[in-house]
């Protein structure tokens, strides 16, 4: 399967600050990636959906001026964490879509496990 | 009404016998559907998809798609320790991949 990477693995912040996110598709070149957020035993949330070349599309209750998307390239999609605060802690999964056939299937970075304190 | 709903769990199976995951849509325009495993504190990791009625399988694992009933459901057989993890249903809902997930199905197999 297409292999997708994220940067960093883990990380810590202070609240406030801003926290950037690195999502890359090694393999193959990605029109469309996807941003994840999961809670402890909850299931994965869908943020947004990266679109290389223009804006992203949020999903409703998910602030597009706090979580920024850029898809500068077929291979890269960041999402930035702008004013973490201590509830904004979790893990935040990449995935990619890939055309297989007749139909897209979608691959998933490892995931970025932040820790706002 | 959720868009996929999964079996709520935990299932829990003994060694060596069959796991059975059961998934269903209310998109009757879904497509492609999807089975991906997580084990705790990782990503998701994709392991079946179908897109045509009846059964596919691959290895120790058989996706079965009906979709007038709009139901897709995940077999396991042959159930190791090493299965032991959440279960994501996903189904398509566009097409640049745009996926819905269900809630997980967490699956225990005891030695």
């Known amino acids: 399967g297409a292999v997708v990477s994220q940067h960093p693995s883990r990380v810590i912040c202070k609240s406030g600050t801003s926290v950037k996110i690195e999502c890359r598709s090694l393999d193959f070149q990605a029109t469309t990636m996807f941003w994840y957020r999961q809670f402890p035993k909850q299931s994965l949330m869908l943020m947004a959906t990266?679109?290389?070349?223009?804006?992203?599309?949020?999903e409703q209750g998910v602030e597009k001026d706090k979580f920024l998307i850029n898809h500068a390239s077929l291979t890269l999609s960041t999402l930035t964490v702008t004013s973490a605060h201590p509830e904004d802690s979790s893990f935040y999964i990449c995935?990619?879509?890939?055309?297989?056939?007749?139909?897209?299937?979608?691959?998933f970075g490892p995931g970025t496990r932040l820790t706002v304190t | 009404q959720k868009e996929v709903e999964q079996n709520s769990g935990p299932l829990s199976v003994p060694e060596g016998a069959i796991a059975s995951l059961n998934c269903t849509y209310s998109?009757?325009?879904?497509?492609?559907f999807f089975w991906y495993r997580q084990y705790s504190g990782k990503s998701p990791e994709l392991i079946m998809f179908?897109?045509?009625?009846g059964d596919k399988e691959d290895g120790r694992f058989t996706a079965q798609l009906n979709k007038a009933s709009q139901y897709v459901s995940l077999l396991i057989r042959d159930s190791q320790p090493s299965d032991s993890a959440t279960y994501l249903c996903?189904?398509?809902?566009?097409?640049?991949?745009?996926?819905?997930f269900g809630a997980g199905t967490t699956v225990t197999v005891r030695a």
């Open positions: 996903a189904v398509n809902r566009g097409r640049v991949g745009k996926l819905s």
């Open positions: 179908i897109y045509s009625n």
């Open positions: 998109d009757r325009g879904s497509q492609s």
């Open positions: 990266s679109n290389e070349g223009s804006k992203a599309t949020y």
């Open positions: 995935s990619a879509s890939v055309l297989a056939g007749v139909s897209y299937e979608q691959y």
